[in-house]
Structure formats: structure tokens, C-alpha cells
């Protein structure tokens, strides 16, 4: 299998840990699997790399390292032509037009042509029996195609979020005559299969393409469980409670300050919070932009409230990180349409949640059941003063049987279930369909399509090309 999967560990992206599972459960099941990712600099100029998330990747996974990356995210001004230099906007706003034209994607349209060659130039050396695609970027959906129409490769997308809906405001993204609606037609007409994260983006592409609903699959995102602490909670009030939020800090400024300020009010209200910490963990911002932003400076000044920023965490430090914390506070943007692979992970903490997105989120939907979650109240001051005050109280007063109660609830969720199963129905499909098909090609004395996963090693590349351990000898 080719996995077109550009994100995937090293990366420092939320995305990376769903990656990292289904390659590996595709080795599970007997698959070799060719990964095809931009180069470790790439990640480094954007949203960093995590080098730990690759301790769990199957050594038989083969990495390509395609020379790719966002020219917008050049840090080295040594670099910049006299146009970007005197206009950086124009010259932005220019390069925006220019990456749309090759497809109709802002800041990867332009990689269209290195995808396409690449996989054409694996298929070459090693012929893959199915294409997997992980969007975004959704200019991954070319390479597969181009694979399709020349080779006749089967193809399945992950789009996770989905890209005609706007899952953030929950409207429709473009229409169906646009460009890239008329991509999305032509990608999923040909398709095996479409997974998405939750029911409510599955009931989209459902609605738009009804006859290509029963190839629409929900895959939840789901834990790892070694991100669990897997213990007894004893808080400490008499050194203070400690409030922690573990993600990428990817809302607005305004969305912090009214968290922040709802915290500094229950501090303020509520004895149990007089002493307490409020602990923010993980990524702020990409490239240039890279903490140096405004929600560092909010960060900063609510020190004075007990609130610290320690920075991004690495895969291997989030159990211990969560061991250190009395409760989470969930943070979260978007609305129905959107779930977050963290809510999963906070579950299995065991924890207090103190929810702060709003009311109709399919977090919301994910967390129902859940015996320490404070309620979704919207991102509301007021309510959200109350969420802390009562998540204080489940801290300090929750038995270990309640507390245990709470960590089995996401036992439903672990990424490996999720995976095995997911990973598991998409081979049945492909089967399904192939060997069918292959039987009736050879039946007419034609050159039927391959119905079982190929062997052998991957052929060196011209791309840079690693194994999970480091770069292959």
C-alpha cells in the first residue's frame, strides 16, 4: 500500500498519531505499506516535530521524505527575494494565486506535480495494490487520482474533517460546481471508501453523494493508551489543585481570555481554587509566528493567576504530564461537526473535564455518560467560572471507584480498536471488490487487478528514504 500521508511522525500535528495506526495496523494485517511524507526540515519550519513519535512506529514501515515545504513559512529573511522583502502581503497574496492554479488548494496546489511523480515512481519500483490518502492537504487527492487513471490503483481517502464542509462554522465549504467540488465528485466517485471522524460529517457527504453513502465510514480518532496515566487519582489540595489543557492552541485570543478570565473568578470565589494551577501545554502557532503571537502574551500575563505555559509536550511525557493534574480543561473550537482527537484522550485520564466550546459540539456527544465531565455551558464567562468550581469539588471529593468508572468510559476509544477495525473493513472491501473483479479480468484473458497485498522491499528512491528507526543504509 501507498499512504499519502503527509503529517505523519515525525510531525508535530494532531494528525500524526492517527497516521502512525493505520500504518501500523496495515502491517498487522500483512501489508507492506510505503508512507509518503515532506522532509523532516518541512515540520521543523512549521509546526515543529515530536522525534518520540516514531519510537511506535513499525520498524517495517517505509518512510519517503519528499523535498517539499511552504515557501510562506521561510523564516531566513537572507532568503527573500526584493519582493517579498519590500511587499511580504503582495508577495503572499501572489504565491496564493500561483498554488492554486496547478489545484485548488492555498499553500500545497503547487506540490501537485512531485505527488503525482512520486507515487507514479513507487508504483514503478514496487506496485502497490491500493492508494490510501490522508487529507489535508487535499492536493493528495491529484496523486491519487493520477495513480488511478495510469495505473489503475484502487484508492481509499481518510479526509478526516472533510472538505466540502467547513467544520468550524458548519457550512457548506464550496459548492458542488466548483473547482474543487468538481474534484471531490471525480476523487470519490472512483473511491473504495471515505473515512470521516464523527456521524455528523458522514451525514454530509451522505446527503451530497447519496449513492456513494455506503461507502462512507466513520473512524473516530480515539487514545492511544499509553497517553493514560492508568492510576489512582490523589489530589493535594493544601499545595493546590493543578488545572491542566494538553492540544494545540488553536482558538481565537478572545476564546483564551474568557477561559482565562473564568479561571481568575473561580479563584477568586471558590477556597478549594485559592492555590490552584493552571497548566497550558502544547503548540502556539506555526512558522514566523511560532509563540510569538497574542496568545502567548495572554499567556504571560495571566501568570499572576496561577496560570503557566511549559511549552509543547512530547508524545512520551503526556501520561506523566497527566499524572500531574487534578483536572482538564477542554478547549475546543468548531461546533457539531467538529469532535477532537483529544476529548478521547482526556477521558482516559480519569479526570474532572471542564468543557469550554460550544453547547452543540459533537464533543459534547462523546463526552455524554462521562461521570466527572462538568457539562457543556458554551464559551461563556459565567458558566464556565461555575464549570471550574464544580470540577474542584469532583476533584477532591470523587472515590477511586468513580474515578476508575470515568477511565473505563473511554476504554471504547482506544485508537487501536478503532483502527484494527477500521483498517480491517477496508482490506474486506478492497478484497470484495478486486478479486471479484480479478477473476472476471482473467476469465476474459486480461490483466487482472491485484486482490492480495504485495511483498518484497521498497526499491531505493530518489527522495530520501527511512525506515522508522532513521535513514535506511
Known amino acids: 500500500m501507498i499512504y499519502l ?4 511522525p515525525p510531525a508535530a500535528k494532531s494528525s500524526a498519531y492517527r497516521m502512525r495506526e493505520t500504518a501500523n495496523q496495515f502491517i498487522n494485517v500483512g501489508w507492506d505499506v510505503t508512507v509518503v511524507n515532506v522532509a523532516q526540515e518541512s515540520w521543523e519550519r512549521d509546526s515543529g516535530v515530536d522525534l518520540t513519535l516514531l519510537d511506535q512506529v513499525d520498524p517495517r514501515v517505509r518512510i519517503v521524505e519528499l523535498p517539499l515545504a511552504r515557501e510562506d513559512l521561510e523564516t531566513d529573511i537572507r532568503l527573500y527575494d526584493e519582493a517579498r522583502a519590500l511587499n511580504p502581503n503582495g508577495w503572499v497574496a501572489k504565491l496564493r494565486r500561483r498554488q492554486m492554479k496547478p489545484f485548488p488548494e492555498p499553500n500545497f496546489g503547487e506540490w501537485r506535480t512531485d505527488l503525482e511523480q512520486a507515487v507514479l515512481r513507487i508504483h514503478e519500483e514496487h506496485p502497490a495494490d491500493l492508494l490510501l490518502a490522508s487529507c489535508v492537504p487535499y492536493v493528495n487527492l491529484a496523486a491519487a487520482w493520477k495513480l488511478w487513471e495510469e495505473k489503475r490503483v484502487p484508492y481509499a481517502v481518510d479526509f478526516r474533517d472533510g472538505w466540502s464542509i467547513d467544520v468550524i462554522e458548519g457550512v457548506e465549504a ?5 473547482e ?12 473504495l471508501s471515505l473515512w470521516v471522524v464523527n456521524d455528523p460529517i458522514a451525514d454530509h457527504y451522505r446527503r451530497r453523494y447519496p449513492d456513494f453513502a455506503d461507502r462512507v465510514h466513520v473512524v473516530r480518532n480515539g487514545y492511544d493508551a499509553d497517553s493514560s496515566p492508568g492510576r489512582a487519582h490523589a489530589p493535594d489540595p493544601e499545595s493546590g489543585l493543578v488545572f491542566g489543557y494538553l492540544g494545540t492552541v488553536n482558538f481565537t485570543p478572545q476564546h483564551l481570555e474568557t477561559v482565562l478570565n473564568a479561571w481568575k ?37 495571566a501568570e499572576a493567576d496561577g496560570v503557566h505555559f511549559g511549552g509543547p509536550a512530547a508524545k512520551a511525557e503526556v501520561a506523566s504530564i497527566y499524572a500531574g493534574w487534578d483536572a482538564m480543561v477542554l478547549i475546543l473550537i468548531g461546533g457539531r461537526y467538529v469532535t477532537s482527537g483529544k476529548v478521547y484522550e482526556y477521558m482516559a485520564t480519569g479526570l474532572p473535564i471542564v468543557s469550554a466550546h460550544v453547547v452543540e459540539h459533537d464533543a459534547s456527544n462523546v463526552l455524554s455518560g462521562h461521570p466527572l465531565w462538568t457539562g457543556a455551558v458554551g464559551i461563556d464567562e459565567e458558566g464556565l467560572t461555575e ?36 483498517v480491517k473493513n477496508l482490506v474486506e472491501e478492497f478484497t470484495a471488490k478486486y478479486a471479484a473483479q480479478g477473476a ?34
Open 5 to 8: 500521508a503527509i503529517g505523519f
Open 440 to 473: 472476471r479480468e482473467a476469465a476474459a484473458g486480461g490483466t487482472p487487478v491485484a486482490a492480495t497485498p504485495g511483498t518484497g522491499d521498497v526499491a531505493p528512491l530518489a527522495e530520501k528514504s527511512i525506515v522508522a528507526g532513521g535513514p535506511t543504509p
Open 180 to 191: 474543487e467540488g468538481r474534484w471531490e465528485r471525480k476523487i470519490l466517485d472512483e473511491a
Open 387 to 422: 464549570s471550574f468550581v464544580r470540577a474542584a469539588h469532583m476533584a477532591v471529593e470523587t472515590s477511586d471507584e468513580v474515578h476508575a468508572e470515568a477511565m473505563a468510559h473511554a476504554d471504547q476509544f482506544t485508537r487501536e480498536a478503532l483502527m484494527t477495525v477500521a
Open 265 to 301: 473568578a473561580a479563584r477568586e470565589k471558590e477556597p478549594l481554587l485559592a492555590n490552584a494551577r493552571f497548566e497550558v501545554r502544547g503548540h502556539i502557532g506555526n512558522g514566523a509566528g511560532r509563540e510569538a503571537n497574542r496568545h502567548t502574551e495572554i499567556l504571560k500575563q
Open 174 to 178: 464550496f459548492g458542488p460546481d466548483s
